[in-house]
T-cell receptor, first 114, second 113 residues
Framework: NAGVTQTPKFQVLKTGQSMTLQCAQDMNHNSMYWYRQDPGMGLRLIYYSASEGTTDKGEVPNGYNVSRLNKREFSLRLESAAPSQTSVYFC?????????????FGPGTRLTVT | GENVEQHPSTLSVQEGDSAVIKCTYSDSASNYFPWYKQELGKGPQLIIDIRSNVGEKKDQRIAVTLNKTAKHFSLHITETQPEDSAVYFCAASKSAGRRALTFGSGTRLQVQP
């Protein structure tokens, strides 16, 4: 049981390039999230998916798109990377029903945009 | 939306001392308050959480208290050890809707041996 996995671990992009960050969970969770973490700040929500087939914006969605490919996978795409998107990106999942609140986080993707 | 403030931003204690980190939240509908520990280069790991129907929860050396009226909650670590050194985040969420977490800005705890 690997929990939440993310690929790649590190990435360097030039301004204007595109890339997709991958996230997968094997806990049969319904809801998945993408957060970004900037120095000296807490994590901020980019997008989330309450269940397979649904996605919605969080606090900082500009410049990103997401796809909930199936129940296990939730990807984050940067269509035209900007230096302001230099950050560490975390994916998380939650069972998303009943009294289950605990979010499980992946190890993160460190992205640098030059 | 929800706003979570966390203090202090850095905290240095001697091994064996206690450490206290405090957070306040703004949305009275929030009802779930987790604390995460983040070590360098890793994702946040849940260490303890509390729900709004409980005032205090303890797990060995770690405890969390919640004051719903004042909208604040605190993390208490007793008998600190060097391996407690990390960044700690508080967060808040609510059962209605997306259950996404709103995080505080983090506290860097350094336990001096």
């Amino acid at each position: 049981n690997a929990g939440v996995t993310q690929t790649p671990k590190f990435q360097v992009l030039k301004t204007g390039q595109s890339m997709t960050l991958q996230c997968a969970q094997d806990m049969n969770h319904n809801s998945m999230y993408w957060y970004r973490q900037d120095p000296g700040m807490g994590l901020r929500l980019i997008y989330y998916s309450a269940s397979e087939g649904t996605t919605d914006k969080g606090e900082v969605p500009n410049g990103y798109n997401v796809s909930r490919l199936n129940k296990r996978e939730f990807s984050l795409r940067l269509e035209s990377a900007a230096p302001s998107q230099t950050s560490v990106y975390f994916c998380a999942s939650i069972l998303g029903q009943g009294a289950s609140y605990e979010q499980y986080f992946g190890p993160g993707t460190r992205l640098t945009v030059t | 939306g929800e706003n979570v403030e966390q203090h202090p931003s850095t905290l240095s204690v001697q091994e064996g001392d206690s450490a206290v980190i405090k957070c306040t939240y703004s949305d009275s509908a929030s009802n779930y308050f987790p604390w995460y520990k983040q070590e360098l280069g890793k994702g946040p790991q849940l260490i303890i959480d509390i729900r709004s129907n409980v005032g205090e929860k303890k797990d060995q050396r770690i405890a969390v208290t919640l004051n719903k009226t004042a909208k604040h909650f605190s993390l208490h670590i007793t008998e600190t050890q060097p391996e407690d050194s990390a960044v700690y985040f508080c967060a808040a969420s609510k059962s209605a809707g997306r259950r996404a977490l709103t995080f505080g800005s983090g506290t860097r705890l350094q336990v001096q041996p």
